[in-house]
């Protein structure tokens, strides 16, 4: 007897494929005893997985007795339980800093997205010299951040900067785009943005390349405009491509260390201080090996988190 | 079939066990020091690390130096390793942590106490004694080799001095008839003449890698008497003095006297406004005329001290250090070469490479070094009213002086002066928490 429309639907959803295999397909029986071909493809792996074992596991497990000692950088101290996270967690200029990370990574990955698609979306148009700008678009991602940091610096941070100069041109005079906290802050989420967007813009276009235009042109024939078009059709097709950049952006951001040190030390008065930057600060300017790893261990928690949703969407993408 | 099995599970067998050889001696290559007993280098071979003291020319001249060490019998050579500034820290802790590190180096100014406190410093003792033996000792400026004492013995060696002292640009102050200030009021008054002229009488810098901000700050309150730590190495900084001095350059803040951009300027963004004329006056390191360069370099000029309102001078200095470590292969051959490396570095300062002021009076006294009028001001007459970290409680460096050397608490407290928002006790007292949390006792 064939499946009504109404099953094969809910099996889909499931995630149960035509063969019955499938995440939501029963659990097959399981056989009790592991052969030996198992076995066997086991002890090939067995080098590489130790290898792998040694190199990613062995620093986060040492990094998590840092974290519940009082050490230095050196001597490895004394078992201090969970007091450096109870610290960390008290501090003030912790949750200062996860606000201004969470500014800098909602900034970074929603503002470096909607340049990203709109370029991609404009460089899918038949421009002049379009290769050529494809490829000046991508330098702000290829150029080391040095070099950025330096040229950012250049353009905003004395009288003599040409975008003061701009500014006070406009009337705009004594505008203190590294000194004063909350425009330090603007200007290092628009120099996330300025450097990331390429990235974006990379995703978003390949994602873009393999929407069948057929789509497009069924919705025109049907009336959508432009807008309808994008909303209902594009965004909907490129979503998962969306999701899974969005989640490493979210990574890059949170991780971002040079792009804030470099501009602005993390200043003035901690108003750039992501957690990234307190960790580094905690561990290689306080010495304070504990509370920096604590730092860095709560980071990486929260980052599990935000990914695993991310993912759960993308999932969910996938079934329908 | 049986026996086909049977010889291809030998020949996996075989293989895996082999592979797995394989593998555990590459890690546990991979995993040693590498260094045996002797983390110094192999046969007695003396590890010397420096940092880039200077500008390009200093580091192939001072390698020069080092390999030309021919050892007495029985020591061993020095071999040479060039240490970048950035994340210097970490490399020395890795490397001393691992056994890996060199047996004599300089670095941080705080390095050596921070290492002594993990029982990996070599103490100087000795070799300062074999010093009073042959001359060296006597050759350094007064006073500069007991700042770097402890109360185990000398953690480190003075190899160059790091100096804070005010600077003024000649022609500016000439051209606007601003006389060289001489005390606090003179300055105040020489900065309102200069404002009106559009140019910042307090020239400095706080930003991203800029301390100097920050030790400018420290050194105005030594000048009034204060700083920021007692007798006992405790930070001390809610005092009177300290909060006359920080009310001196609030004013300056206020009064539009200083950059409302120095908060976030490094190093090169104050260089330039300097080029740029809009800094008439300011305060830096010795080496700023150089590093400003051209005409405007030419210019500028350092100031005598002034004289703060208590009457007193005084200004912040660092010795910066050379250490022996405990992991050496020799710590005779250590001392061999450093003893070899004192009587034969004065090229560095003669041949202008750009390393900071020189700890002997003999390189202080040679006529390359009297060439440059600016320098020989510093040598006499900032040097001897200089303090370290340690002031006014002690004229020595320290464990405590690393939380307030380029740490995060400095950086806020200077950041907040000169963003002109706070009140000086309040800063001050916040100072003084975070220090207190973080001081050892």
Redesign the interface.
């Known amino acids: 007897m064939t499946a009504s429309t109404a099953e094969r639907l809910n099996r889909a959803r499931r995630g149960v494929g035509v063969s019955g295999h499938g995440p939501g397909a029963p659990a097959p029986r399981r056989k009790s005893v592991i052969s030996a071909r198992a076995w066997t493809l086991l002890a090939f792996a067995l080098p590489s997985l130790l290898l792998l074992l040694l190199i990613n596991l062995y620093p986060v497990i040492y990094a998590g007795i840092q974290s519940i000692r009082n050490g230095d950088l050196i001597n490895a101290g004394d078992f201090v339980g969970f007091a450096n996270y109870a610290s960390v967690l008290s501090s003030p200029q912790f949750w200062s800093s996860a606000q201004f990370t969470l500014i800098f990574t909602i900034s970074g990955v929603f503002g470096s997205w909607a340049v990203g698609l709109a370029l991609a979306l404009l460089l899918r148009t038949r421009i002049p010299a379009g290769n050529v700008f494809k490829v000046l678009l991508l330098l702000p991602w290829i150029v080391p951040v040095v070099v950025s940091a330096t040229s950012w610096n250049f353009l905003v941070a004395t009288p003599q900067s040409p975008i003061p100069i701009l500014f006070t041109a406009l009337g705009m005079p004594n505008v203190l785009f590294l000194a004063s906290p909350v425009l330090a802050q603007v200007t290092v989420c628009i120099f996330k943005i300025w450097i990331s967007f390429p990235f974006m813009m990379m995703m978003m276009a390949s994602a873009l390349a393999s929407v069948d235009v057929n789509v497009y042109e069924a919705a025109k024939m049907d009336g959508a405009s432009t807008w309808q078009t994008f909303r209902g059709v594009t965004l909907p097709i490129i979503s998962r491509s969306t999701y899974i950049s969005w989640i490493l952006m979210t990574i890059f951001c949170v991780n971002d260390f040079p792009t804030i040190f470099l501009l602005t030390g993390g200043g003035p008065v901690n108003s750039t201080t992501s957690l990234v930057v307190l960790a580094y600060r905690t561990v290689f300017q306080n010495f304070q090996v504990g509370p920096g790893v604590a730092i860095a261990f709560l980071m990486t928690f929260v980052l599990v988190v935000i990914s695993v949703v991310l993912y759960r969407q993308i999932r969910k993408v996938n079934v329908e | 079939m049986e026996s086909q099995s049977s010889g291809a599970?030998f020949t996996?067998?075989g293989f895996?066990g082999l592979?797995?050889a394989?593998?555990a001696t590459a890690?546990l290559a991979a995993c040693t020091t590498g260094g045996g007993s002797s983390g110094g280098g192999s046969a007695g071979v003396i590890k010397f690390w420096n940092q880039p003291w200077g500008g390009t020319t200093f580091n192939p001249l001072d390698k020069q130096i080092t390999l030309a060490y021919k050892p007495p019998k029985g020591l061993g050579k020095a071999t040479y390793q060039e240490i970048q500034w950035a994340?210097f820290?970490?490399t020395y802790?890795?490397a001393?942590?691992s056994n890996t590190g060199p047996a004599v180096s300089s670095g941080g100014g705080t390095q050596a106490f921070?290492?002594e406190s993990?029982g990996?410093i070599a103490y100087a003792d000795h070799l300062l004694d074999s010093w009073k033996k042959n001359g060296l000792y006597d050759d350094f400026l007064p006073g500069l080799i007991d700042t770097l004492k402890t109360k185990n013995g000398y953690a480190a060696v003075p190899y160059n001095l790091d100096m804070r002292v005010m600077w003024y640009n000649k022609s500016l102050l000439s051209k606007y008839g601003v006389a060289v200030p001489t005390d606090w009021d003179t300055y105040v008054a020489a900065c309102k003449t200069l404002k009106s002229h559009g140019i910042y009488g307090y020239g400095t810098y706080?930003?991203?890698?800029?301390f100097t901000g920050g030790h400018n700050l420290v050194s105005h309150m030594i000048n009034n008497g204060g700083g920021l730590f007692d007798s006992n190495n405790q930070p001390n900084c809610v005092t009177p003095e300290n909060i006359e001095a920080m009310d001196w350059v609030l004013g300056l803040v206020k009064n539009g006297y200083v950059d409302?951009?120095?908060?976030?300027?490094?190093a090169?963004?104050a260089q330039?406004?300097y080029k740029?004329l809009?800094f008439g006056m300011g305060w830096d390191t010795g080496g700023l005329a150089s590093n400003v360069g051209g005409s405007v370099g030419n210019d500028l000029v350092v100031a005598s001290p002034l004289t703060g309102p208590s009457g007193k001078k005084g200004a912040l200095f660092f010795p910066n250090n050379i250490m022996m470590y405990t992991h050496t292969p020799s710590q005779k051959g250590s001392e061999a070469f450093l003893t070899y490396y004192y009587k034969n570095m004065a090229p560095l300062w003669t041949k202008n490479t750009g390393i900071g002021l020189p700890p002997l009076k003999s390189i202080a006294a040679t006529k390359e070094f009297q060439s440059v009028p600016n320098n020989v001001k510093i040598i006499n007459e900032w040097q001897p009213i200089s303090k370290t970290w340690g002031a006014p409680g002690s004229n020595t460096v320290f464990l405590n002086v690393?939380?307030v050397d380029?740490?995060?608490?400095m950086?806020?407290f200077t950041?907040?002066i000169l963003?002109g928002k706070v009140t000086a006790k309040a800063a001050l007292t916040t100072l003084q928490n975070t220090l207190k949390a973080?001081a050892k006792p």
């Open positions: 599970a996996r067998r895996i592979a797995g394989v593998s890690l994340n820290t970490q802790s890795s001393v942590a921070l290492f993990q990996k706080a930003g991203a890698g800029g409302p951009r120095s908060a976030t300027y490094t090169a963004n330039a406004q740029a809009k690393t939380t380029g740490t995060p608490a950086d806020t950041q907040g963003g973080n």
